[in-house]
């Protein structure tokens, strides 16, 4: 059974810049949050999507954006980054109304 | 609306002592509660999860956590700690059996000596 996966690995952007991140799903698994992890701090959750609508939001701006796929795939978008937004980005996949969830190994964004 | 407090934000013990990391928590539901571990450069591995079964919760590599709904409190113990102990523990809540919108405390980092 394949995990969680990521990509890019790291990423360094500057600021102003846009930035896609890329998650895939654990195999059977419909929905996928997104969660910051900023140097030192617990990660915070950023959105939640569910057959590719959104399904709650964190207090994020909406200059982060999101994107899930037919074959529960999913895209984070950042636009104009900050550089605050500089940190780990996760991933993480579950079955629908399951009570635990998968963590990808992450996204590490720097702004420059 | 929930929450996550983790009293300690470092612990330090020394090879072979018991572990003793704290959180207390919040929740307008009946919570999902659950620790994971982080190591240096690496994902969030699950260590235990309590989701409204048996108070007490045993996890992988020894690590136990009991949950009291009376004091809000679901603390992590291991009766001996091992140097590969050593990392960044999170409590977190959920809200019922939604595992996505989850919430973090600010994680409690372990220090394992020899």
């Known amino acids: 059974e394949t995990g969680v996966t990521q990509s890019p690995t790291h990423l360094i952007k500057t600021r102003g810049q846009q930035v896609t991140l890329r998650c895939s799903s654990q195999?059977?698994?419909?929905?996928v949050s997104w969660y910051q992890q900023a140097l030192g701090q617990g990660p915070q959750f950023i959105f939640q999507?569910?057959?590719?609508?959104?399904?709650g939001r964190g207090n994020f701006p909406p200059r982060f954006s999101g994107l899930q796929f037919p074959n529960y795939s999913s895209e984070l978008n950042v636009n104009a980054l900050e550089l605050d937004d500089s940190a780990l980005y996760l991933c993480?996949?579950?079955?629908?109304?399951?009570?635990?969830?998968?963590f990808g190994p992450g996204t590490r964004l720097t702004v420059l | 609306a929930q929450s996550v407090t983790q009293l300690d934000s470092h612990v330090s013990v020394s090879e072979g002592t018991p572990v003793l990391l704290r959180c207390n928590y919040s929740s307008s539901y009946s919570p999902s509660l659950f620790w994971y571990v982080q190591h240096p450069n690496k994902g969030l591995q699950l260590l235990l999860k309590y989701t409204s079964a048996a108070t007490l919760v045993k996890g992988i590599n020894g690590f136990e956590a009991e949950f009291k709904k009376s004091e809000t409190s679901f603390h992590l113990t291991k009766p001996s700690a091992h140097m590969s102990d050593a990392a960044e523990y999170f409590c977190?809540?959920?809200?019922?059996?939604?595992?996505?919108?989850?919430?973090f405390g600010d994680g409690t980092t372990l220090t394992v000596k020899p």
């Open positions: 977190v809540v959920t809200p019922g059996t939604n595992a996505g919108k989850s919430t």
């Open positions: 993480a996949s579950s079955p629908a109304g399951a009570d635990t969830q998968y």
């Open positions: 195999s059977g698994h419909n929905t």
């Open positions: 999507y569910y057959r590719e609508e959104e399904n």
